[in-house]
């Protein structure tokens, strides 16, 4: 918590999970509710001749973009409902968030009242004035149907004693302005293949205990590449409109366009679990506000808040001046071509690599166009990448592998690769041009095959020729019975053998079953080798658990051997025990002596001088092996 903001980015989860326990109430209520109870089931005539009636209402009649709102659809007379109400499409203005229900019990005036409320949360998408049709509601297989009801979207600030989409404002007191998201690109124009950052902030003066991103904006005609974000992130104080709010960087993104025209962000939504204090129990924590801190009996309300779509101009490069080779690229670029050996044997294999190095959207270069001699056989490239995201650009090297196999001999040589990007910067083309590269080829072009390393690629061509065999055959005696062939009684006794080690193997699982002291033997070594293994993975930090999973697995694997309990081990039962089994007096010394190390570690003070992890395990190991040993014997 830092000036009452807790950023813990998580995946979305219910708001029961989110929510700290609260304590349970005073008794008095409980004998109430049951007291309650009883009388409802005392009196069922008079809640089965309360009318059934459904209605529908908002939370608040006026919300604002962006914000969520709230469908109640109350029954009453009634607590029994067929399935779960048929809600009307909202999919043009509205994004389901999630649900819940709440029943009522009341009794005044001899009159018995029961309902039930079910409560729909949605994000409002657009601004307008939309009707939410009728809900239908099937109670005792009858149907019935709410009136239609009106909702007013708007960036105007909501109307007095509304609740601004987060709720009654007497309970929550969280308005639009307490807590909101931001989305800020680096710039609205731009050109096809030319970065946009985005970044998507979440400002709040409230206290903020979590948040999840619960939609992810679809980035429909970009290409996106997710830039690094701290695991925490870096909490900051800002002023606007004269209010102090904080705020922090939730996600970060490198945009490219795929195409030109206009084209929209859509929102990012979050989820916030925000700290609300509970005015009715206010009483019941008095050093709660008296010291400025959260109090016991605080709530933790959800709130939904959303990114405004953001606009986005793409424009093509220009036509005029555009050279034949440019791709669509835009950025900066460098062009290399290079062979792995200058000379090559005919039908041997040579690989031609393409290096392009710059910024941009290097992943969606295309292998470049070469032309190659007619006398090189080519097989179409693999390519490796060398790219970082930073700074909201994409930089490195996006290479191509070619393999050419010679068929003829001579100097022959691949002409230059040509490349042309456009720079953004100063709004021109520029092209890049390798140097040509020549390869020495030799030996005779009808010679036969010349042994070489032949990639992956070109193991086909050994496929290709099916050469005559000249060599003298051999022959062998087909007449030979079948039962006098070692397949025949290998086939033939398989299912005897399978059988008896089927039988073998029930006795062996019904043993572990019914004799604990076998069990615990035969799972000693197995258990003490986890515990090992996960006192490894402990070893380059905290050293406190490290000792005590080392101890645990020695303390462990002597009581399974032994047939005793692990908890509450003594170590001299354990010593007489064990000598007693065949364990010699000098290996329980070793055990013992390492046990006291454990212990001497495990609580000595930091700064202290430590025996290497690694000697400590090969310690327990060894141990383990001789106990084993001296156990069986």
């Not at 019941?284 to 990114?307: E, N, Q, W």
Request: hydrophobic share 40%; with cysteine; charged share 25%.
């Amino acid at each position: 918590m830092l000036g009452g903001l807790r950023l813990v980015p998580r995946v979305r989860e219910s708001a029961g999970a989110c929510a700290a326990p609260r304590r349970s109430s005073v008794p008095v209520h409980g004998i109430l509710r049951s007291l309650a109870l009883l009388a409802l089931a005392a009196l069922p005539a008079a809640a089965h001749a309360q009318d059934i009636g459904v209605r529908a209402f908002l939370s608040a009649n006026q919300v604002g973009v962006g914000r969520q709102f709230v469908l109640n659809v109350e029954v009453t007379g009634t607590q029994q409902v067929d399935g779960q109400p048929e809600l009307p499409a909202m999919d043009d203005f509205a994004d389901y968030l999630g649900s819940g229900s709440s029943s009522s019990f009341q009794m005044a005036g001899g009159r018995t009242t029961v309902s039930v409320t079910y409560q729909y949360r949605f994000l409002a998408l657009a601004e307008g004035t939309f009707e939410i049709g009728p809900v239908s509601v099937s109670v005792g297989g009858v149907s019935r149907r709410t009136e239609p009801v009106s909702l007013v979207v708007s960036d105007a600030p909501p109307p007095p004693g509304s609740a601004g989409g987060t709720g009654d404002p007497a309970v929550d007191g969280i308005g639009p302005d307490d807590l909101f998201v931001e989305t800020t690109v680096s710039k609205t124009r731009t050109f096809e293949n030319e970065p946009v950052t985005v970044e998507y902030r979440i400002f709040t003066r409230v206290n903020v205990d979590s948040y999840s991103i619960t939609t992810l904006p679809q980035a429909a005609g970009f290409w996106t590449e997710e830039l690094e974000q701290p695991e925490a992130p870096q909490v900051e104080r800002v002023v606007r409109d004269g209010v102090e709010y904080l705020t922090a960087t939730i996600r970060r993104v490198a945009l490219f366009p795929t195409g030109a025209g206009s084209r929209t962000l859509d929102p990012l939504t979050i989820e916030a679990q925000v700290r609300v204090p509970d005015r009715t129990r206010t009483g019941l924590d008095p050093f709660g506000d008296f010291f400025g801190r959260s109090s016991l009996f605080d709530r933790r309300v959800p709130v939904v808040a959303a990114t405004r779509p953001v606009a986005i101009e793409v424009l093509q490069p220009p036509a005029e001046g555009r050279p034949g080779s440019f791709s669509g690229h835009v950025g900066t670029l460098d062009v290399a071509t290079s062979t792995d050996r200058a000379e090559v044997a005919v039908n041997e294999a040579v690989t031609f690599r393409v290096d392009f190095t710059g910024t941009g959207n290097l992943r969606a270069l295309p292998p470049p166009k070469v032309t190659f001699p007619v006398e090189f056989e080519a097989f179409p490239p693999e390519t490796r990448d060398r790219i970082s995201v930073s700074g909201g650009n994409m930089s490195g090297t996006r290479g191509y592998d070619y393999v050419l196999i010679p068929r003829v001999p001579g100097s022959l040589t691949i002409p230059a690769v040509e490349i042309s990007y456009f720079d953004a910067a100063t709004g021109t083309y520029r092209t890049e041009r390798s140097q040509p590269v020549g390869v020495t080829v030799t030996g005779d072009a009808s010679g036969a095959d010349i042994p070489g390393s032949v990639p992956s690629a070109v193991e086909s061509l050994r496929e290709e020729i099916r050469f005559i065999h000249i060599e003298s055959p051999t022959f062998r005696r087909t007449d030979i019975p079948l039962r006098r062939t070692a397949g025949f009684w290998i086939i033939l006794l398989l299912p005897v053998a399978a059988l008896g080690g089927a039988a073998v193997l029930r006795r062996h699982r019904d043993r572990i079953e019914g004799d604990v002291a076998y069990a615990r033997v035969r799972r000693a070594g197995r258990m003490a080798r986890r515990r090992l293994a996960r006192a490894r993975s402990l070893a380059s930090g905290d050293p406190t658990p490290f000792y005590a999973e080392v101890a645990g697995a020695l303390e462990g694997f002597l009581a399974d051997r032994l047939n005793i309990a692990e908890a509450g081990l003594v170590r001299e039962d354990a010593g007489r025990l064990a000598a007693e089994r065949g364990v010699s007096q000098a290996t329980l010394d070793r055990l013992f002596a390492c046990l006291d190390d454990c212990d001497r570690q495990r609580f000595a003070p930091r700064g202290t001088d430590r025996e290497a992890p690694e000697r400590v395990l090969d310690r327990a190991a060894a141990l383990m092996g001789d106990l084993a040993k001296e156990l069986s014997s």
